[in-house]
């Protein structure tokens, strides 16, 4: 698979209020059915667009914001991040989390940045406990290309439905969340 990490000039546009309006985060928390007080990684989390979000609906519970890139993370810092928001530089694929201690992942925008998905899977069903829950948005390479990255760099829900099927995961939930976006839930099982 082609793969190409975003580029952190371009920041601002993944918090615009046009991007919230469009990508509705609450929706995806409601999606995701994940009660206040648990804790929820948010892998790939840049500068923080589902970030906050998580934050408010977690309540007492903690959204992990993880992300390879520094860059993104300084921009995110600068945001001032409220109490329940623990900043965690990881790897490509290697994150410094416990087993079993998350309850929810969301990738937003991700997937088709991923060097070996398969890999990044793995590592985020040892951090999730038994039935966590994963939830992944990204580009559909079968949409007309308007905006995002090139048709090239996307991956088709089918091929990510079957990655994490490979992984041991069981998809609960696939549609196209908007007119060039998929989204697709899945239970850890074990
Ligand atoms: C397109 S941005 C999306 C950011 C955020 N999720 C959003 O929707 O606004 C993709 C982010 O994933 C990060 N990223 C790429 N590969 C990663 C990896 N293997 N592990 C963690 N973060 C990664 C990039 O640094 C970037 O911040």
């Known amino acids: 698979m082609s793969h190409k990490k975003f580029d952190p000039t371009r920041a601002e ?3 615009s209020a046009e991007r919230y309006h469009e990508l509705k985060p609450d929706i995806m928390l409601q999606k995701l059915g994940i009660p206040p007080g648990s804790t929820i990684l948010d892998l790939g989390c840049g500068n923080g667009f589902f970030t906050f979000p998580a934050a408010v609906a977690m309540g007492s519970g903690m959204v992990i914001a993880a992300d390879m890139s520094e ?14 928001i623990q900043i965690l530089q ?3 694929v290697k994150m410094d989390i416990e087993d079993d201690s998350v309850d929810a992942a969301v990738l937003i925008a991700l997937y088709h940045e991923f060097k070996t998905p398969l890999d990044n899977l793995t590592e985020i069903k040892r951090v999730l ?3 966590g829950k994963l939830l992944i948005l990204d580009w559909d390479p079968l949409s007309e290309k308007e ?15 079957n ?11 696939d549609e196209n969340y908007t007119h060039d976006m998929w989204m697709i839930i899945a239970n850890c099982n074990t």
């Open 13 to 15: 546009a993944l918090i």
């Open 71 to 84: 860059p993104m993370l300084s921009l995110l810092r600068q945001r001032n991040t409220p109490d329940n």
């Open 90 to 92: 990881v790897e490509e």
């Open 129 to 131: 406990k038994t039935e």
């Open 147 to 161: 905006r995002g990255p090139a048709k090239a760099h996307r991956v088709e829900k089918k091929q990510a439905m």
């Open 163 to 173: 990655d994490l099927k490979a992984a041991g995961f069981s998809v609960t939930t």
